[in-house]
């Protein structure tokens, strides 16, 4: 079982930066490929980044290719998000998710979820 909990969302400028964090309960965490999705109002929840277990390989969607860095700190069992240039369209709830497979882009295949954080960015 891991529990995920997200913080650092909030308002923003387009532009500007946010750093998300995803903290996970359990000493399996290490053992998990984690990854950040979103969900716009209305929309399905959608692909946003993923890193393998030991932080060695990372996947990104395109839209977010170049702007947005995923990493882990395994000793500190939190995954970060760190987002730059941020656009209005990047405004969503972001969720982290985990699983033991690295690499997977569909939110149906993620067996743990967090509780989600607001990103808004003003235009």
């Known amino acids: 079982q891991v529990q995920l909990v997200e913080s650092g969302g909030g308002l923003v400028q387009a532009g500007g930066s946010l750093r998300l964090s995803c903290t996970a309960s359990g000493r399996t965490f290490r053992t998990y490929a984690m990854a950040w999705f979103r969900q716009a109002p209305g929309k399905e929840r959608e692909f946003v980044a993923a890193?393998?277990?030991?932080?060695?390989?990372?996947d990104y969607a395109d839209l977010v290719k170049g702007r947005f860095t995923i990493s882990r700190d395994n000793a500190k069992n939190t995954v970060y998000l760190q987002m730059n240039s941020l656009k209005p369209e990047d405004t969503a709830v972001y969720y982290c998710?985990?699983?033991?497979?690295?690499?997977?882009?569909?939110?149906?295949?993620?067996?743990?979820w967090g509780q989600g954080t607001q990103v808004t960015v003003s235009s």
């Open positions: 998710g985990a699983d033991p497979s690295f690499g997977l882009t569909y939110y149906g295949n993620y067996d743990y």
């Open positions: 890193i393998s277990w030991s932080g060695s390989r990372t």
